[in-house]
C-alpha cells in the first residue's frame, strides 16, 4: 500500500476546489453575458437553471414522492407571481368598480376553439376505460394491500418502499394483491356546478344535494359538452362585475331551452328553471360512435393485443394533451394537503379534509392550483424490461425507471414508447449485475 504525504493529499482537495470555483464562476458569467444581451435587444429574457437543467419533457427525471403527509404540495405557480396577479386584480377593482367582464370563460361564456376539445377529451377518456379493461385480463396488475403502490408485471418488485401500517417490521416490503382498473388510472371526483359564475362554490350545507362527477368530465361540461344528468347553464351575453362581486344583469328568458329543463326540474327539485341553456352548433355527446377504431377490437377473436395497447396510449395522449390546453383556461384546484379537487372559479366550502392541520382550517381545504396529475392520477410504477425475468431489486433501484401505470400497462402490450416518457423510463440506462454493483461508479 502506497502512502502518500499529507501536503500531497491536501494540494489535490485545493486543485479540486479552485477547478469547481472557475467552473461556477464561468457559468454564472456566461448566464449574465446572455442576460445583458436579451435585455439589449429587448427580447424576451430566458433564464436557465443552474447546471442546465430544461423543462424539455425528453429530459424529465423521476417524480419526487411527498417526504410526508404534512408537507404541503408545491405551488405550480410562483407564490411572487400569484401576489403580484392579486395586487393587479386589486388596483383595477378600484379603478373601475363596475365593469363587464370581456375574456371568456370569465364572464361566463365558452372559449370556441376548447369546445372541440372538450368532446376529444370526453371521448379519449371513454375509449382509455374501455381499452385498458380489455388489457387487465392479459396483463397482471398488482397493488400492495397496505399502502398505494402498484406494480404492472407477472411478480412484485422487491424494492422496499411501503409506507403502510408496520411496514418496519417487514423491512418496508410490500405485501402484493391484485389490482383493477382504478389502481391504472384514477379519476378524483369534485362537485358538479351548475352555474359556474353565479353560483361558484358548493357550501357545506349543500354536500348532500349536489352530485358529484369526475373531475376531468366536470371539466369536459364547463368547457363545452352536454350530459343530460348534469344539467349546466350556458350563457349568451358576459356578466357585469361591481366591486369584486359578478352580476348578472342582463338575464333574458329566451337564454334557456325551457322543454329540457322541465324534465331536469321536475327529476331535480333544487335545480331552477334557467339552470339548462341549449348551446348552439353543439353536436351528439354520445360516446358510441367516436371510440378509438383500435380500442373497439376484441382481443379473443384472434386481434392482437399490440393493436390495442396502440389505441389506449393513443387515447391516453389525447386526454392529457386536451386537458392541459382546457385547464390553461378553465379554472382547476387542488387541496395543498389531501387528493380533493373542484373544478370552478374556486373551491368548495364544504368541511371535509382529513389531512393535516385541518383542525386550524375547521375541516376546509387549503386551495391552490392544480396540475394534471391532480386531475387525473397517473399512479407512477416502476418500469419492467424484462417481465419475464427475475423482479426488480431493491439494490438496483438508482437505474431502473418509472412511467405512468397507464404506458407501462401498454408498453407491456406491444405498444411503443411514447418520446416523452422514455427519458423518465430510463431506457439508455444499463443496468448492472448484482455481482457488479460495487463495481458501477
Same mark, same amino acid.
Given at each position: 500500500m502506497i502512502l502518500m504525504p499529507r501536503r500531497w493529499i491536501l494540494a489535490m482537495l485545493l486543485g479540486k476546489k479552485r477547478k469547481y470555483s472557475l467552473w461556477v464562476r464561468n457559468c454564472h458569467y456566461h448566464a449574465y453575458q446572455q442576460f445583458?444581451? !436579451?435585455?439589449? +435587444?429587448?427580447?424576451?429574457?430566458?433564464?436557465? &437553471?443552474?447546471?442546465?437543467?430544461?423543462?424539455?419533457?425528453?429530459?424529465?427525471d423521476l417524480p419526487e414522492p411527498r417526504q410526508s403527509k404534512s408537507e404541503r404540495k408545491p405551488y405550480p405557480t410562483p407564490m411572487k407571481t400569484l401576489i403580484r396577479r392579486a395586487k393587479e386584480e386589486k388596483e383595477l377593482r378600484k379603478s373601475n368598480p363596475c365593469r363587464v367582464l370581456e375574456h371568456p370563460p370569465d364572464n361566463g361564456l365558452l372559449v370556441p376553439e376548447l369546445?372541440?376539445?372538450s368532446r376529444q377529451v370526453n371521448w379519449a377518456r371513454e375509449s382509455l376505460i374501455i381499452g385498458i379493461s380489455k388489457l387487465l385480463p392479459f396483463i397482471n396488475v398488482l397493488k400492495c394491500r397496505l399502502c398505494p403502490e402498484v406494480h404492472i408485471g407477472p411478480v412484485g418488485h422487491e424494492i422496499r418502499t411501503c409506507t403502510g401500517p408496520r411496514s418496519g417490521f417487514r423491512s418496508a416490503m410490500h405485501d402484493w394483491i391484485k389490482g383493477g382498473l382504478s389502481d391504472v388510472v384514477y379519476f378524483p371526483k369534485c362537485f358538479h356546478l351548475y352555474d359556474r359564475v353565479g353560483k361558484p362554490?358548493?357550501?357545506?350545507?349543500?354536500?348532500?344535494?349536489?352530485?358529484r362527477m369526475p373531475a376531468i368530465v366536470e371539466l369536459c361540461i364547463q368547457a363545452g359538452i352536454n350530459v343530460e344528468k348534469y344539467p349546466v347553464r350556458r350563457r349568451t351575453k358576459p356578466v357585469y362585475c361591481m366591486e369584486g362581486r359578478i352580476v348578472d344583469v342582463d338575464a333574458p +328568458?329566451?337564454?334557456?331551452?325551457?322543454?329540457?329543463?322541465?324534465?331536469?326540474?321536475?327529476?331535480?327539485?333544487?335545480i331552477g328553471p334557467d339552470c339548462w341553456t341549449k348551446v348552439d352548433d353543439v353536436e351528439n355527446d354520445s360516446e358510441v360512435n367516436h371510440i378509438h377504431p383500435l380500442v373497439q377490437l376484441d382481443p379473443e377473436q384472434g386481434k392482437g393485443l399490440r393493436d390495442i395497447s396502440i389505441g389506449t396510449m393513443a387515447s391516453w395522449l389525447d386526454m392529457i394533451s386536451g386537458a392541459r390546453k382546457i385547464m390553461d383556461e378553465y379554472s382547476v384546484w387542488t387541496c395543498g394537503y389531501c387528493p380533493e379537487v373542484q373544478v370552478g372559479p374556486k373551491g368548495h366550502k364544504v368541511r371535509m379534509c382529513k389531512a393535516s392541520k385541518h383542525q386550524s382550517r375547521d375541516?376546509?381545504?387549503?386551495?391552490?392550483?392544480?396540475?394534471? !396529475?391532480?386531475?387525473?392520477?397517473?399512479?407512477?410504477?416502476?418500469?419492467?424490461?424484462? &417481465?419475464?425475468?427475475? &423482479?426488480?431489486?431493491?439494490?438496483?433501484?438508482?437505474y431502473y425507471g418509472k412511467a405512468p401505470a397507464v404506458v407501462e400497462l401498454c408498453v407491456q402490450a406491444g405498444a411503443p414508447v411514447p418520446d416523452q416518457y422514455r427519458s423518465m423510463m430510463r431506457l439508455d440506462v444499463v443496468p448492472p449485475e448484482l455481482d457488479e454493483v460495487d463495481l458501477v461508479a
Open positions: 445583458n444581451e !436579451d435585455r439589449a +435587444s429587448g427580447g424576451e429574457i430566458h433564464v436557465t &437553471p443552474f447546471g442546465g437543467e430544461t423543462n424539455d419533457p425528453l429530459h424529465t369546445v372541440p376539445v362554490r358548493v357550501t357545506h350545507d349543500e354536500r348532500f344535494n349536489v352530485p +328568458s329566451n337564454e334557456c331551452d325551457f322543454g329540457h329543463a322541465e324534465d331536469l326540474c321536475n327529476q331535480n327539485p333544487h375541516g376546509l381545504h387549503a386551495w391552490q392550483e392544480a396540475t394534471i !396529475d391532480d386531475l387525473v392520477g397517473p399512479n407512477y410504477v416502476w418500469h419492467v424490461r424484462n &417481465p419475464c425475468g427475475p &423482479p426488480l431489486r431493491n439494490n438496483l433501484k438508482r
